[in-house]
């Protein structure tokens, strides 16, 4: 590798910040026409009857649509294709999410029919002439009432609401582990239900092309994903479907699959001949963007008189919302992360998902691994509480050595590094945790309590565990000067564009904005991973090294030819391949140049990787917290995250992903949440006025250290980092708020932890006490 | 610390009650509005406030410098204007409710969410959006402070976040960390780049380059 180029900030940041960003809703293009969909305002119904007519005759209005005219065109659901067993042991039942209901509605904000019109003004005004007829029916707003008996069935195939159900390990082992243990803990939590309300809403842009094609400018993250899916809903060859994505507004893995919104854009440019756009109001955001978490978990922690871990169980009830796919099974593909970084010589697991009247769950910024690290790390602060023992001593105690490297945890997970303690110890040094129990005390005399939570997350990353997926890329010399790179992995706000700018013009020794970046497009690539699971840089970073050292290669076979020697004896350095001894040379743009007149194709090369395994980003986190008892208010005083992320490519981005990471993590801990009324399943939380969104003053400085540990999976080392803040942070900050009340004698609190929810559980201790 | 500031951050860290009226979720609603847009009675006493609620006026404006006469529903607001109207796309659209800030424009050099304001309402304004801010290739000094100190992630927030950085500034709002994170507690930024957007306004309040 050439010299480091100096990093002078995000190449895609002088477009966003001035405001030339290329979002879906910035798109302009003739004959443009706006849909607007009709939503269902109940939870569950039955539909009677759907009359159009008035809304047909509304002003501007080019089409009304409803759920009969999609099968009248022969376009089915949203494909379902799990496996698993429910209940009954019998295969899942394929619960698909149709694109607009047919005879039945089951969540608040579903699809029922498509509005086309001029203007989106004309659309939603005729879509309040659209008469709908529902015989409204009972509804289950949470996992708790649809487990009961008797509870209304989500899908009738399915009476007790039971989607699949999932086990690994020998529950036996653990009986007897637990029947030895001097101390058994147990841990019932609920993890929230959140929305990841990314700032540029759901949106897309359906066009037929001059050859016919379903063209798609969608706002994804998962463009290579969504082809398949919407090629076999409109039963064409995958080549005849493509799909755009420019620049994306956030999307922390809601905007990963194929949504309703997007086959009805398509089909409806179909039906018209036009380019059809539609964007999500903010409203419908929060009924209709896929959310997130909402898991239950039932765990047990045994451990010997020495505080000595001997098993893990744990239960985890998913609340997966009406609808059911691959999507659904988010805490399974992560819940190895449960064995965290302790030995722990017997786990045992079980996860359910479970169908409500909500909608549909899918991955949330870290996906089941934030819910399995909280399992963990609450369970061994409640341990250490039990037997009073300093809480990161007994972490201490259990911490696999780097010497047990590769460690099999036994439940899923091969470990292939990393110095757990040393995350400890750097981080107690950041943190200055010896100057706690001073802190504390003046807390104390101030009249507040202080606390201080650690976790040491540990999550997978390029996965799935099973077998990683792959990535593509490709890269074109050009005689004009410029290197063109094309992604599988792509940004919805990463700064990979800048990451593998770098990466391109390091290594072929160009100027960085000689680099042009495209990413996105399913027509220039077999396949790509898209945006997802950490895998930006460990697996696209890492494909891209592979295409750079086929771009070399290639380069040097042409070079060759233009020198007449053998290409084993080029050397490439400095954009200049050069006949090994000698002073002759051509530059890496000569060479396109040369390529470009002997052959169509030019100077190209191309690359894949499939990481031969995944990847295990670790960290410690450390976060202190003060409450004032009197209001229940809480003040994150500072939060200290030492993280390793295996190689760092470029620290200011890592460090913005590990900043970004710790505020959702910590604003679900302490305010986000979705509620939902029990009885009538309606969202109560549907606006930025209701759903605590993280702002400026809720966040504290974050001080964050990174200490490599390379991995040998991928030749650049990474790790990946784009979870690892959110996963440590909600077990972090829950464990400081206990640990802030344990003087009070609370144990436990659930989040969020807000300042009501504080109040409260001081009050009960303080009158507990009293009593 | 501004009260306003902590009335807003409360709200919405609490449970809502069980049963959130429609009243209620307004007042809230108000209160974040009035904060997030606390120039706005101001702007409007500036901006002359016209009769032009009649269908179909015509208004004159001046965007990023040019003037501009345009005929308005009385129903479109400012950022429909711009975006729909104009092609200025640069503002953008996060709720339509003045409560996420991504729509903020300086308006008579006074910020506000432009999703809540009335175009007919602002007959003679003059408006500056993210597209007016550079000079020619001269990046604005808050929108270079913002590439310097990774203030930006998706950079949907982004456009928002600058104006309303560069009237925090200019108001005198940007002298702390806590002051500044006060006065722009009406922008949310998702990506959570927070720190690198309090550090980009810190920087140039304190170089005064505005
Ligand atoms: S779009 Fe105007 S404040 Fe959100
Ligand atoms: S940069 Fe994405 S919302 Fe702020």
Known sequence: MTETIAYTGRIEDERLATGRGRYVADLRLPRLAHAFTVRSVYSHAKIRSIDTAAAKAAPGVLAVLTGADLAADGIGDLPCGVELPKSDGQKAHQAKRPVLARDRVRFVGECVVLIVAESVEQAEAAGELVEIDYEPLDAVADVEPALASGAPAVWDEVPDNIAYVWKKGDNDTFEKAAAGAAHVVRLTSHVSRVTACSMEPRGALGLIDDEGRYVIHASTQGPFNMRPTLAGLFKVDQSKVRILAGDVGGSFGMKSGAYPEDVLVLWAAKRLGRPVRWISERRESFLSDDHGRDVHIDAELALDKDGKILGLRGKFDVNIGCYLSGRSLFMIGNLGGIAGVYRIPTIVASVRGIFTNQQTSAPYRGAGRPEATYAIERLIDLAARKMKIDPYQLRLRNLVPPTAMPYDTGFTFVYDCGEFEGNMTGAAELADQAGFEARRAESAKRGKLRGLGIANPIEVAGGPFAKPGKDYSSIRVSSDGTVTLNTGVMSVGQGIETMMSYLVAERLGVSVDKVRYVQGDTDLLPGGRGNGGSSSTGVGGACVAITLDNTIAKGREIAADMLEAKPDDIEFADGHFRLGGTNRAVTL???????EKANDDGFTAAGEFQPPSVTYPNGCHMCEIEIDPD????????????????????????????HGGVAQGVAQAIGEKLIYDAESAQLSTGSFMDYMIPRAHDLPNINIRTREVPTKVNSLGAKGVGEAGTVGSLAATINAVCDALSPLGITHIEMPATPARIWQAIENAREAKAA | MSTDAEHTGSQGRSDPPARVTRRAALQTAASAVAFATAPASNAQQTGPTTSAAAEGSTIRLIVNGQPRTLSVDPRQSILDILRETLDLTGTKKGCNAGACGACTVLLNGQRINSCLALAAMHDGAEITTIEGLAKGDDLHPLQQAFIERDGLQCGYCTPGQIMSGVACISEGHAGSVQEI???????????????????????VAKGGKL
């Open chain 1, 589 to 595: 743009f000569e060479v396109a140049e040369h390529a």
């Open chain 1, 631 to 658: 209001t229940g208010a809480l003040e994150i005083v500072r939060y200290t995250i030492v993280e390793d992320i295996g190689t760092v490519i470029n620290p200011t981005l890592a460090r913005g992903q590990i």
């Open chain 2, 181 to 203: 994170k006060a006065w722009m507690s009406g922008n949310i930024c998702r990506c959570g780049a927070y720190a690198g957007i309090v550090e980009a306004i810190s920087d």
